[in-house]
């Protein structure tokens, strides 16, 4: 609905009224945009990290769950959420169940963050990641070449990059290659 110029003013004027004056009303109106500007003046640089953190591991969540069930058809057509993609995940494989209280506490804080732009990665969410006894242990090995931090968002940041590594791990030439060396050496085939 088009409304003419000139019965803007008249609209402004009665709002006004209706606020009880425009002090009343003009005060209300910086209440709303100190609101707005607070939920837009975020940290955009950490709001992006967990961002990019959670498409990461969501990218790899679904190659790793199309190359493990080639038959399944496109995840991406099922518009399958992070969710159901994490529920397709077999458990019952020590790597991946290692990861799973990571993986899923990393799309709690996203949901998180889309309900409330102010979060922040918590300790708590921190031990979840260094749960994983594998990533852990990669990242204390790693520290002894590298200085690291204790920031639970580069923790985040770290299990995102170790998952990443992981859910292609099993489909790369590289993984075969040690996986049957392993077979021949165990079945006493060829020489290592």
Known sequence: MHIPPHDND?????AMELMGGHDAF???AD???ADVNGRWNQNVAEIGRILRAHLFVEHYLTQYVAQANPRLGSLT???????????LLDAVNPDIATMLPGIKRLNAI???LAHNLGTQVSEDDARIFLGCERFSA???????E???TNDPLEILEDFARHTAVSFTYEFTPLSKAIAQSIMEAQLGGAAI
């Open 138 to 144: 990669l990242r204390a090995a790693r520290s002894t």
């Open 77 to 87: 057509e099922a518009r399958a959420t992070f969710a159901q993609k994490v529920a």
């Open 110 to 112: 996203r949901n998180r």
């Open 31 to 33: 209440e709303e945009l």
């Open 10 to 14: 008249r609209i402004v004027r009665r």
């Open 146 to 148: 590298e200085s690291q």
């Open 26 to 28: 003009f005060k209300a």
